[in-house]
T-cell receptor, first 116, second 111 residues
Framework: DTGVSQDPRHKITKRGQNVTFRCDPI?????LYWYRQTLGQGPEFLTY????????KSRLLSDRFSAERPKGSFSTLEIQRTEQGDSAMYLC??????????????FGEGSRLTVL | KNEVEQSPQNLTAQEGEFITINCSYS?????LHWLQQHPGGGIVSLFM???GKKKHGRLIATINIQEKHSSLHITASHPRDSAVYIC?????????????FGEGTQLTVNP
């Protein structure tokens, strides 16, 4: 296991369709984060998990967005009824908090979504 | 006003120059991260610090908790250092929470 992997890397879809992204974190990492980044902006937090528990969701995560991490390993982020405003890079990151409680974050390459 | 602000937004330097990127934040934090993002999206963690100073190769990161300020320095800059550098903080007393990001600093180092 060499890092965080995300799939697909690129997704083009028509407005109204559903899309699902998958993130496979580094295997021993118990924290998993989803962020969204639009062009020229810093990433924005969407949600994060500790093991299988979803600990926090951003208000950016409307009811069209849902994330799961059913076995505390990989995670999926689903967007239903996509809108053009959903076009962005969706980033996944994982970490394993150390003795101080803070762990280094490892990011995947991202999944770029284009909604036509 | 953003909780995390970086300056400058854009920085162009000649190869070999000493570079400083600044980050100021307005909230209590448990940790601050410096990240590097190359074109195409991949983000790499450079430093995570909660006090003092860290050094890795030509990169140095410092943080002043009292002044709520951090700096990232690059010595002997090289064109391969060209990237977006992002400051991000973990808010509050509980570490390991989600990050709040600055807007990033686009660095271009010319040969």
């Amino acid at each position: 296991d060499t890092g965080v992997s995300q799939d697909p890397r690129h997704k083009i879809t028509k407005r109204g369709q559903n899309v699902t992204f998958r993130c496979d974190p580094i295997s021993e990492h118990n924290r998993l984060y989803w962020y969204r980044q639009t062009l020229g902006q810093g990433p924005e937090f969407l949600t994060y998990f500790q093991n299988e528990a979803q600990l926090e969701k951003s208000r950016l995560l409307s009811d069209r967005f849902s994330a799961e991490r059913p076995k505390g390993s990989f995670s999926t982020l689903e967007i239903q009824r996509t809108e053009q405003g959903d076009s962005a890079m969706y980033l996944c990151a994982s970490s394993f908090p150390g003795p101080s409680g803070t762990g280094e974050l490892f990011f995947g390459e991202g999944s770029r979504l284009t909604v036509l | 006003k953003n909780e995390v602000e970086q300056s400058p937004q854009n920085l162009t330097a000649q190869e070999g120059e000493f570079i400083t990127i600044n980050c100021s934040y307005s909230v209590g934090i448990s940790a601050l991260h410096w990240l590097q993002q190359h074109p195409g999206g991949g983000i790499v963690s450079l430093f995570m610090l909660s006090s003092g100073k860290k050094k890795h190769g030509r990169l140095i990161a410092t943080i002043n908790i009292q002044e709520k300020h951090s700096s990232l320095h690059i010595t002997a800059s090289h064109p391969r250092d060209s990237a977006v550098y992002i400051c991000a903080v973990e808010k509050g007393e509980t570490s390991g929470s989600r990050l709040t990001f600055g807007e990033g600093t686009q660095l271009t180092v010319n040969p």
